[in-house]
């Protein structure tokens, strides 16, 4: 392949690695630990929501990542015929 | 059939299987030894390294953590699962396509230096060592609570188990080994979950039930707590009652649990026995999906520890408070059976101090025993009620007058190690014997998978990269005069003695065990992680700046490690207030400003290094690895 579509996928790969990045870091980073005291005056059945995503929800959304990122990059990979 | 044929019968039965796998799979050339000869399906291969990961600290521990720190405990949660995100998008598929063995292969190979191959291969063997210690001793306390073998027999066997995988079927056995031990892993946790989670809360799936309602009601000590009151709210009551702090609000500080869950993020991210997982699979595609596989798989357990977590701490209190201790462990309570109670007991880890000489058991805030750190140093003799004497100081029958208005007037009076919650927690609930007896199984399975794949990655380090790659290698090829068949054999002959030194470290168990966890993870983060995205995702990285970077974050995160927890620095002179299992979070921006720094005022690294990280970043091409 040549010079500039190598840079074009490589761009198009970080920029989806930035973006998931950003939901990684709220999810766990902002809402487990930055403000779960702000987030525990919501509660759901008895869970209070800032507990709850330290203890459970961000590991769900990291899982949703992981898969959401993996088939991307199968698309992009497609896009630009460097597929294995 | 009575508990102790069922729990022999049960172990029995999982070892035969290891062994019949190992022999089932034995390798027969090193790429089979060290990455299982590159073909492992990625849901297969996320089992295994799910096996790999979860330990005896995720399988035995971590339960125990998260009850006594309650919400704080989530940094351990999302710590040990969020990094998978990290290698599954910045680390796995790079090293996938570089397509070689090992850590320390990338490593001297993308910064041109056997300089910095040894210093990889120095870190890979401290990291795993401190690591394989902890593994040891778990297999010991499940040996000697349930076998009731000596603990030094206990590991004498797993050291033979293991030696039998790991020495004849290298990586290959190993990854099928671990397949069969996540499985019986995950089947010991999950049943007694369940069980504990109709219990406690009336619903199946534990991960929802602790946010459901108590069917039952209980005195705390203090006050009757209702039936129907939310479990989490009953805790949050009945802990403020008896002077713990909130079970569901934070206390570390958010400063502390963030540098603690980044540096256990990254410090997954960069433990060389994880990323050697995803050597093992056949494309660069497989890489990814096998990161996310084996967080499906991690996250089975790891999204029931928390509420596991939760049930023990209100069956502590619930089955705890003002009980008659004689009648308690005689089994004369109906429906509250305290044998448990005396077999923990027995094996030192929970301790009984009648303060108030009521002959009733007191659980509140504050030590119950004087000096040692709050842990009962057993002696000779039984107490009025049969208890165990101790020979800590004698405290005053009353605790201090503070200790008093805490905790509503009720004085502590047992000792228990947070390392038994989850073993003992079936036994406490009164679950059926054959569930307390797969606990057991699933204990070993977490110790001895997670040890298995540190031997491996210890043995790849020096036979590989010690001896082929730095010490053998011919100066005019630069390639390993070993022959394929001397590296296996020498591979084995470095897995013998690993297991050998394993077994030292789990019989003659260095004081501080638990502390160098810290290590492993602070080591991890500031040594392997950034060294590794640097040489991927920055071409001007240079031998320079890696060499600096690696050696300024581990210099900076080992001493401030042993002066603060080995010299007994004092709490006051933190950096930044920075405990010391978060340092390798600043470690790691060390080595990242030094590097790049550094970087710049060297020269750039020759053009077919740039090539090389050209190459790596595109997925196509990825062969089965190479020599």
Redesign the interface.
């Known amino acids: ?1 040549n010079k500039e579509a ?1 840079e074009a ?2 761009k198009e ?2 920029s989806l ?1 930035l973006k ?2 950003v939901i ?1 870091f709220v999810v ?2 902002g809402c ?3 403000f ?2 702000e987030l ?1 005056a919501i509660t ?5 929501l ?3 995503f ?3 929800g ?3 959304v ?2 949703v ?3 959401v ?2 088939k991307k ?2 698309a992009l ?1 497609e896009k630009y015929d ?3 | 059939m009575e508990l102790q044929s069922l729990i022999y019968l049960f172990v029995g039965v999982s070892f035969a299987l290891y062994i019949g796998i190992a022999i089932w799979s034995r390798a027969g050339t090193t790429k089979e030894f060290y990455i299982a000869g590159g073909g492992v399906h990625p849901i297969v291969n996320g089992m295994a390294t799910g096996a790999d990961w979860m330990s005896a600290a995720s399988f035995i521990s971590l339960a125990g953590i ?1 009850s006594l720190k309650g ?1 704080d ?3 351990y ?2 710590g040990w ?2 990094g ?2 990290l290698l ?3 680390l796995a ?1 790079y090293l996938r396509k570089f397509g070689k063995f090992t850590v320390p292969d990338f490593v001297g190979d993308r910064y041109y230096s056997d300089f910095a191959r040894t210093v990889a291969v120095i870190c890979v063997i401290f990291i795993s060592f401190t690591y394989v210690a902890g593994q040891m001793r778990g297999v010991g306390i499940v040996f000697s609570r349930f076998l009731q073998v000596d603990v030094n027999m206990g590991i004498y066997i797993g050291m033979g188990i293991v030696f039998i995988y790991a020495v004849l079927g290298g990586m290959k056995g190993v990854t099928y080994t671990q397949v069969a031990q996540y499985c019986v892993m995950i089947f010991a946790f999950t049943v007694p979950a369940i069980f504990l989670s109709l219990q406690v809360t009336e619903t199946f799936l534990p ?1 929802i039930g ?4 108590i069917p039952f009601q209980f005195d705390d000590g203090i006050r009757m707590i209702d039936s129907g009151t ?4 009953a805790l949050d009551t009945s802990m403020t009652d008896l002077g713990f702090s909130m079970y ?3 206390h570390a500080g ?1 400063w502390n ?2 540098m603690l ?1 980044t540096a256990l993020m990254l410090g997954t991210a960069g433990l060389p026995h994880v990323i050697v997982r995803f050597f093992t699979t056949p ?3 497989g890489a ?2 096998s ?2 596989w084996a ?2 798989f991690i ?1 089975i357990l ?2 029931q520890i ?1 509420a596991v977590a939760s049930f023990a701490r209100i069956n502590l209190i619930k089955n705890l408070q003002n009980v008659d201790y004689a009648k308690f462990v005689d089994g004369q309570i109906a429906g509250n059976d305290g044998h448990w109670f005396k077999n923990w007991e027995s094996s030192g880890l929970i301790g009984w101090n009648d303060r108030n000489g009521d002959g009733k058991i007191q659980f509140a805030s504050g030590k119950a025993f004087e000096g040692g750190k709050g842990k009962p140093k057993f002696a000779e003799g039984n107490g009025a009620s049969g208890e165990r004497m101790t020979s800590n100081p004698m405290p005053s029958h009353t605790a201090s007058a503070e200790d008093m208005r805490a905790n509503g007037k009720i004085i502590n009076e047992i000792y228990i190690d947070r390392d038994i919650i989850v073993l003992a927690n079936p036994e406490i609930a009164g679950l059926p014997n054959w569930v307390i007896a797969i606990i057991a199984a699933g204990g070993l399975a977490a110790a001895l998978s997670t040890a298995a794949g540190l031997l491996l990655v210890i043995s790849t380090s020096i036979s590989h990269d010690l001896l082929g790659n730095v010490l053998m290698k011919d100066p005019k090829t630069g390639k390993s005069t070993l022959s394929e068949k001397a590296e296996l054999l020498s591979a084995r002959a470095a897995a013998v003695v690993a297991i050998l030194v394993a077994g030292y470290l789990g019989i003659h168990p260095p004081g501080f065990v638990a502390q160098v966890v810290a290590f492993a993870f602070g080591l991890a983060a500031a040594s392997f992680f950034p060294v590794i995205i640097l040489g991927i ?1 920055y071409k001007r990285m240079n031998k320079e700046g890696a060499i600096a970077g690696m050696l300024s974050g581990l210099i900076f995160t080992f001493s401030y490690i042993i002066y603060f927890v080995f010299m007994g620095g004092d709490k006051a002179d933190y950096l930044w207030g920075i405990a010391p299992t978060g340092i390798g979070t600043i470690g790691m921006f060390l080595h990242f400003i030094v590097a790049i720094v550094v970087s710049k005022f060297t020269p750039p690294p020759p053009q077919e290094i740039q090539d090389l990280v ?1 190459n790596i ?6 062969g089965t690895a190479t020599h």
Request: aromatic share 18%; no cysteine.
């Open positions: 392949m190598a996928y490589w790969n970080i690695i998931l990045l990684w766990s980073y487990g630990i930055i779960i005291d525990n759901f059945g008895g869970f209070k800032g507990f709850w330290a203890q459970q961000a590991i769900y990291f899982l990542l992981i898969f990122y993996a990059m199968e990979e460097i597929h294995e | 998260v919400s405990g989530g940094a949660l999302m699962t969020g998978y995100v599954a998008m910045l598929p991960q602790f946010g459901g309602t939310y479990l989490l709210h569901t609000e934070s958010t649990v963030f869950t494309t660069v595609k990814r999906i990161a996310g967080l499906v996250a790891y999204t928390p995702f050209e970043r595109i997925p196509r091409g990825a």
